[in-house]
RNA sequence: GGGCCUAUAGCUCAGCUGUGGUUAGAGCGCACGCCUGAUAAGCGUGAGGUCACUGGUUCAACUCCAGUUAGGCCCA
């Protein structure tokens, strides 16, 4: 029986082709790499591209400082989706990848590696292990980035640290100081008195410290007339703090203008007064106090009580009250002590109030004159006399201790503070830089669309930015003090001699040269004349550096464009690199630097939840890779709307390796069954083709349409949804698997054959186009398979984009949805039937339906279709009811019922079709009278 | 604590948006079966959802409004 086969078997078309079933990704993906690299396919793609007009993504700068993560990858695989895309449909669409390589992650990593070395460096020496560093990482994640198929300049990619570069930043640094933006002034960081120098919110770390927790009073000198009248009393706002040494600094008193606050008529050591709290407030604080309470004489809302003036507790000055949204219910009075010198949230009070932002404490830690009385004490010595002095002067309402997280320096573990120190400023209000940024953001195009409302509210609230950094690996601010009166020496002058330099020398040339040689040769101090200088410590916040990207990268040098098309980044960077970049291209181009803003979510685990180290729940793009392939993670990356949030487990992940097997084999049967199709000789063009393969090129054609509308919105999940379900519903279950009797069984050359092998040859090579962009790797191994006359380029990356095809066939398509609708009902009655057990394939059996008038003439017109749309060895139409099982189909002009019976005749040994002439060749006595044709026909 | 966002079958997505109104769709997965001429493939059938929760508007809400819960980003 097995000869018996086997010798039918070998006269039929059946499917071969090299291309292996099993994809085997992370072996061929990397010797596919290979072969870009030898023909060099982004010089080629660019050289073809040349003449065409431009698209410019630009590249939002990875920091160097670590692997690749999935949430890394996601975002480039994105770009390379649109720049592919964007090449195909016609267009010049180069991509310069860059990497932000200053800063203090890179810096804290080489410092603590160094350990006490550290101390014995010089800066230049610091900031050559931090060059070597970032470099190290650029080269890593190079290759990692590659490895994902992502195609770019990576020769030459952008570097925030390159002498290019550094003169583009400092030259822009020049235009905003020119216009006027940048300012001095006071303003808190976190300062170690045991290192002298400030800490940056990362290089703090939290421990216990021992404090004092004092209530105290402040009287109050000026307002609430009225209270002071009915009740004749003094009147205290009750105030509770953990850092009494801060109190020489204290300008105000901070409450909530939202909440209520309680005037309570109480003695304390037998003097009545009136104290001032909030009323939420009263549990925690009360028992504390040593008051006596009489009872509540009044309330207001905080709000009311602005502009009422208190006295300092200890020095001759005012403390006004002031409001604050920040003052809040969890512990004290809901007055809180300000001191706009020693704290982030006091300092933007006193900024509101046109407070001085006082400081009486210096570089070590110590009292400067300011705090008289304390003068050279250093500040936590003298919180145990400053507490006394309250005590002296009956201020003090409590004192007792409390351990509290606190505060300190990474390096030396003492605890901090918080000190004002001179900063540098943008300023946002200057030339109504606020107002202009509103506006551009308007004129953007936001998405999602939300992205515009994040922006604007950012921008709207946003205070001026604060570009100086007390470090050392980065854009020096090319300052000068002048060491006759001491002023700080920032002109457009001074900044361009330097910018000179820069451009030549990198901005290393400021560490390596004296003050004098940075300068324009005869520079006076404009202030006082004096001729000596030394250099400012500062650098430029890294978010200036790549903020200005869009100046140093969009060049014509580079061959690119100001502006971009497109940036395209998490959604964290409308907070970064997106309002920065805006902020920066504002102050020196007054125009945005991008007309699109694509944003993306944030990698989640397969529960929802972010992913951390700590979690255990990280998945790296090498593991995919590994297990997977980069195509997996590519198509990965389209199965989710990358507009929310998107989850990344190994779940998933094998949810999208079944999906690419099935469009991966779909591609495999359609390139078996191309192996003898020639289609210069061999195709039929589209109005000779046989009614089916027609219908299928329409439904194709409608999925093309969706595809190219999905990539032109980059919704490219609809493509991953889209082109998976036409290779699982319209092409493997329905077309390919119909046709086969008709590729298998007729002789190769006879037209109904090529009928079908030119629909598969259309539909392939448009397969593997329009998926090009993102199954980089698959789709260009395919591409090598196809038949010699469909190869037109070296490579599927060289080809164009698909386009919508020009035919069409309304009355087919409404006549074949009909049948299709009857090829529904068939698949079930013949489901009932194989559940009896007489069939088992479909062509074990015959359907019969049943009809009247035109629908019986409809079904009998499509006889022959429907008998190949379901499989089957014949289909009889009759009239009349029928007999059960029936499943019934209603039509506008008629019902049609289905049922199906086990097929007469005998079954054909060549082509399985159940047939009642099989026998009648006695040369194939076991063929039916279709293959007895064909085989006469073919010489056997 | 504030701003912005998300929440539809086990999973990934449609539908909902400035136009509320038939039994809320698809694929995958799953279950059961078939085939052995796409074979570490292929085909068929079927079971899965009180559209996160609560309240409101309305004759009518997955769809509009408010709140709650859970999660995310950015701040504090």
Redesign the pocket.
């Known amino acids: 029986m097995g000869a018996q086969?086997d010798k039918?078997?070998r006269t039929?078309n059946?499917?071969k082709t090299d291309f292996p079933?099993?994809a085997n990704l992370s072996e061929r993906e990397p010797q596919i790499i290979g072969r870009w690299e030898e023909m060099d396919i982004y010089r080629l793609i660019c050289e073809s591209s040349a003449d065409r007009p431009t698209y410019i993504l630009h590249d939002g700068p990875p920091y160097a400082n670590e692997y690749i993560h999935a949430g890394t990858a996601m975002n480039k695989v994105l770009k390379d989706f649109v720049i592919k895309y964007q090449t195909m449909k016609g267009m010049r669409a180069p991509y310069l990848p860059g990497w932000d390589c200053h800063g203090l992650p890179i810096e804290h990593k080489v410092v603590s590696e160094l350990g006490e070395k550290a101390k014995e460096m010089s800066t230049p020496q610091i900031r050559r292990l931090c060059r070597e560093h970032a470099q190290k990482y650029v080269d890593i994640q190079k290759e990692q980035f590659r490895r994902l198929g992502v195609f770019g300049k990576w020769d030459e990619p952008y570097l925030t640290m390159n002498k290019d570069y550094e003169a583009t930043v400092i030259s822009a640094f020049k235009e905003v100081v020119k216009k006027g933006y940048v300012y001095r002034t006071l303003k808190p960081v976190y300062w170690c008195t045991s290192c002298e120098t400030a800490l940056a919110e990362a290089e703090v770390e939290y421990a216990h410290l021992e404090s004092y927790s004092i209530f105290l009073r402040f009287e109050v000198v000026e307002g609430l007339d009225e209270l002071r009248k009915e009740t004749g009393l003094p009147i205290y706002f009750t105030v509770w703090t953990t850092t009494p040494w801060t109190l020489p600094a204290n300008l105000a008193i901070a409450v909530n203008p939202n909440f209520k606050y309680i005037a309570l008529r109480a003695s304390f050591k037998g003097q009545e007064g009136v104290y001032i709290l909030a009323m939420e407030m009263l549990e925690d604080p009360l028992p504390k106090m040593e008051l006596s309470v009489q009872g509540e004489v009044a309330t207001f809302k905080g709000s009311e009580l602005e502009g009422v003036v208190a006295r300092h507790p200890f020095y001759d000055r005012p403390s006004p009250l002031v409001l604050a949204d920040?003052v809040s219910r969890e512990q004290g009075t809901g007055c809180v002590h300000t001191a706009p010198g020693h704290g982030?949230?006091d300092y933007l009070t006193g900024v509101r109030y046109g407070l001085p932002i006082l400081t009486p404490v210096d570089n070590r830690g110590c009292f400067t004159a300011e705090a008289e009385g304390f003068e050279g004490r250093y500040v936590f010595d003298a919180d145990p006399d400053i507490v006394k002095l309250l005590d002296e002067k009956g201020r003090l309402l409590s004192s007792e201790t409390v351990s509290h997280s606190y505060p300190h320096c990474w390096r030396c573990k003492n605890p901090i503070i918080f000190r004002a120190t001179e900063q540098w400023f943008i300023s946002v209000e200057n030339l109504d830089l606020r107002k202009r940024a509103l506006t551009a953001v308007g004129e953007t195009e936001w998405i999602p669309r939300?992205g515009e409302?994040?922006i604007e509210?950012?921008l709207q609230s946003r205070p001026d930015w604060c570009i100086s950094r007390q470090r050392h690996w980065g854009v020096p601010i090319p300052v000068f003090i002048c060491q006759d009166c001491g002023r700080a020496v920032l002109s457009e002058q001074t900044v361009g001699h330097f910018q000179e330099l820069v451009a030549g020398h990198g901005v290393d040339v400021w560490y390596e040269r004296e003050a004098e040689e940075l300068l324009p040769e005869g520079f006076k101090c404009p202030e006082c004349k004096g001729g000596a200088f030394s250099k400012g410590g500062d650098i430029l916040d890294v978010w200036f550096e790549s903020g200005s990207s869009h100046l140093a990268v969009l060049t014509e040098e580079n061959h690119l464009r100001w502006p971009a098309d497109l940036y395209l980044e998490?959604?964290?960077q409308h907070?970064?690199w997106f309002q920065l970049s805006l902020l920066v291209s504002l102050c020196v181009k007054d125009a945005a630097p991008f007309r699109k803003v694509v944003t993306h979510?944030?990698m989640?685990d397969g529960e929802?939840?972010?992913m951390s180290k700590s979690r255990g729940n990280v998945i790296s793009p090498e593991e995919i890779e590994e297990k997977y392939g980069a195509d997996i993670l590519r198509l990965w990356v389209t199965?989710?709307?990358y507009r929310?949030?998107?989850?990344l487990s190994f779940?998933?992940l094998e949810?999208v390796a079944?999906?690419y097997?099935?469009i991966r084999?779909?591609i495999?049967?359609m390139l078996?069954n191309l192996s003898d199709f020639d289609p210069l000789k061999d195709a039929l063009p589209f109005e000779r083709m046989e009614e089916l393969d027609r219908y299928i090129l329409l439904l194709f054609k409608d999925l093309k349409r969706k595809v190219l509308s999905a990539y032109e919105r980059m919704?490219f999940?609809?493509i991953y949804?889209a082109v998976?379900?036409f290779c699982?519903?319209h092409?493997?279950?329905?077309y390919?698997?119909t046709i086969?009797d008709r590729l298998?069984?007729y002789a190769p050359d006879d037209e109904r054959r090529r009928s079908a092998q030119s629909a598969i040859a259309l539909m392939l090579v448009d397969l593997l186009r329009m998926l090009a962009p993102i199954l980089v790797f698959t789709t260009e191994e395919a591409y090598g398979h196809l038949p010699e006359a469909l190869l037109r380029k070296e490579s599927i990356h060289l080809e164009e984009m698909v386009q919508v095809d020009t035919f069409e066939d309304e009355e087919l398509r409404v006549r074949w949805e009909k049948l299709m609708r009857v090829r529904?009902e068939a698949?079930?009655v013949?489901?009932e039937l194989?559940?009896t057990g007489e069939v088992?394939?479909?062509q074990d059996a015959h359907l019969r339906l049943y009809a009247d008038g035109p629908m019986k003439e409809f079904l009998t017109k499509n006889l022959e279709h429907i008998k190949d749309i379901t499989v089957v060895s014949d289909v009889l139409v009759e009239e009349g009811e029928g007999v059960s099982p029936v499943r019934q189909v209603e039509f506008d002009d008629g019902t049609v019922r289905v049922t199906a019976e086990k097929a007469g005749g005998e079954k054909c040994?060549?082509?399985?079709m159940w047939s009642s002439r099989v026998g009648s060749d006695r040369n194939h006595p076991q063929v039916c009278e279709r293959c007895s044709e064909v085989l006469s026909e073919i010489g056997k």
């Open positions: 086969k039918y078997s039929l059946l499917p079933m099993r920040h982030q949230e939300w409302a994040r509210g950012m998490g959604s964290d907070r970064g979510g944030f989640l929802g939840r972010a199965s989710e709307d929310e949030d998107i989850s779940d998933l949810q079944e999906a097997r099935r084999n779909t495999r049967f078996g919704e999940h609809q949804h998976h379900n699982a519903v092409l493997s279950a329905f390919l698997n086969k298998y069984i529904q698949n079930i013949l489901e194989r559940q088992g394939n479909s040994a060549r082509c399985w």
